[in-house]
């Protein structure tokens, strides 16, 4: 694994657990952690269960007993790691957005088709797909529960950075992040609407902000923190914010639903508001991660006097992933998305199986988030997302 801040921790609860939780047909070796720190790595490693630490990423993709990278780190080293390790014949499991351009992507997707041809397997962290009550609310979707899609209504709203002391860390710098909320959390509803909906973007009119444009520089490194003591940020010197804040774009897909979506840092009080609402001709399901073992259903089929939308506890043994942890009614957390987006990938490793969502499709979220920034910049005209090109989709 490389990186071991924020996502490491997540990941590495994910290694550590799956084995223990799934039967599986491989058992998941914790062998190695990189880091830019050697004191830091060091400690990372022995907190978080890696058997050994290196500084040098490279030296993972070329040892022999190394079979799988998990790429942890910003957006501006996915492609060299990723692309270095598929060459290597390593499995990628690499976090979202797939990268900074759409350039980079490509590169990425073409690297990981080349690299299945030889068996080797690739996968992009949206790892909200794997909450239950998500998996769910597609197969509902898929059995024709709401009928045609009409309306897709996808918000991730969060607040850390409404503090304009708050540092500038590296999630507000494009050479570090490629795009602000949009591609760090707006990516995640552009592919969690798309799973579920089973539709595609095809075009977009978008506007983004930018509401504070000059923050303190850092002065320790940070993830996510909101505490600006916690992050440095309290000297005199500033630099510019090349990100934006705030991402609202409407859409047509390729089935024939229109949606809106919105994804921002600023919004005061909420902390990791995702919520997506999907309308179909016979109903609707709605999803909110902050009541993320639950999932609302209303069933216009119903008899009208009859009709209201249900709370679904999705916590019974035949909903997704859901057998394998506690009795019905006990509830589980945001780490085990994580665990169950593990088992998806081993299981693909160990049947030969194709793990989604795979670079091919990270590759289309970033065509959706380069289609929302050139509409953005021509005053939100509307903006085709680019096709997939041939060689790739092959
Ligand atoms: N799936 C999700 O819900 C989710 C949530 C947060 C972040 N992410 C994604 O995960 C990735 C990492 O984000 P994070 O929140 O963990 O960031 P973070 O700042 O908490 O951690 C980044 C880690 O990468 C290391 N690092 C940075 N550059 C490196 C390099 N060149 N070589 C080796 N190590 C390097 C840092 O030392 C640190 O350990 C990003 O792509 C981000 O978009 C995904």
């Not at 990423?57 to 070329?62: A, D, E, G, Q």
């Not at 095809?202 to 002065?219: D, H, I, S, W």
């Not at 840092?265 to 639950?294: C, H, P, Q, Y």
């Not at 043994?317 to 085990?336: F, N, T, V």
Request: aromatic share 8%.
């Amino acid at each position: 694994m490389v990186g071991y801040a924020f996502m490491g921790a997540a990941h590495s609860q994910a290694w550590r657990t799956v084995n223990r939780v799934f039967e599986l047909p491989l058992h998941v070796r914790m062998t190695a952690v990189c880091g830019r720190d050697e004191a830091n790595v060091a400690a990372a490693a022995a907190r978080l269960g890696w058997q050994e630490h290196t500084t040098d990423w490279r030296s993972l993709v070329t040892r022999d007993d190394i079979d799988l990278i998990d790429v942890c780190t910003p957006g501006d080293s996915h492609a060299e790691i990723a692309i270095a390790a598929l060459a290597a014949g390593k499995h990628v499991l690499c976090e979202k957005p797939l990268a900074n351009t759409i350039t980079e992507a490509r590169e990425m997707a073409a690297a990981a088709a080349r690299a299945e041809a030889n068996g080797v397997r690739s996968m992009c962290g949206f790892n909200y797909r794997r909450v239950p009550a998500v998996t769910l609310m597609r197969r509902m979707v898929a059995d024709g529960r709401i009928g045609d899609i009409r309306h897709i209504r996808a918000v991730y709203l969060q607040d850390w950075i409404t503090d304009p002391q708050f540092p500038l860390v590296w999630r507000l710098q494009k050479d570090k992040a490629g795009s602000g909320a949009l591609g760090d959390i707006g990516a995640h509803i552009i592919d969690l609407t798309q799973f579920v909906s089973g539709q595609r973007i095809t075009g977009v009119t978008a506007l983004t902000e930018t509401f504070v444009k000059e923050r303190p520089l850092p002065q320790a490194s940070s993830g996510l923190s909101a505490s600006t003591e916690e992050n440095g940020g309290s000297g005199t010197a500033t630099g510019p914010v090349t990100v934006d804040d705030a991402a609202l774009f409407l859409a047509r897909l390729d089935g024939g639903a229109i949606a809106t979506y919105e994804a921002t840092r600023f919004a005061t009080g909420r902390k990791n508001g995702l919520r997506v609402e999907i309308n179909g001709s016979r109903g609707s399901v709605a999803f909110d991660f902050e009541r993320m073992n639950e999932l609302e259903f209303y069933d216009a089929t119903e008899p009208s006097g009859e009709q209201g939308f249900t709370r679904i506890l999705v916590t019974e043994p035949d909903h997704p992933y859901l057998s394998a942890w506690w009795p019905p009614g006990h509830g589980i957390g945001y780490e085990h998305a994580f665990t169950h987006q593990a088992r998806d990938l081993v299981e693909a490793i160990a049947t030969g199986g194709e793990p989604t969502p795979s670079f091919t499709d990270a590759l289309q979220v970033q065509l959706v988030l380069d289609a929302v920034i050139r509409s953005a910049g021509h005053g939100s005209g509307w903006t085709d997302v680019e096709p997939i090109l041939a060689e790739v989709a092959a």
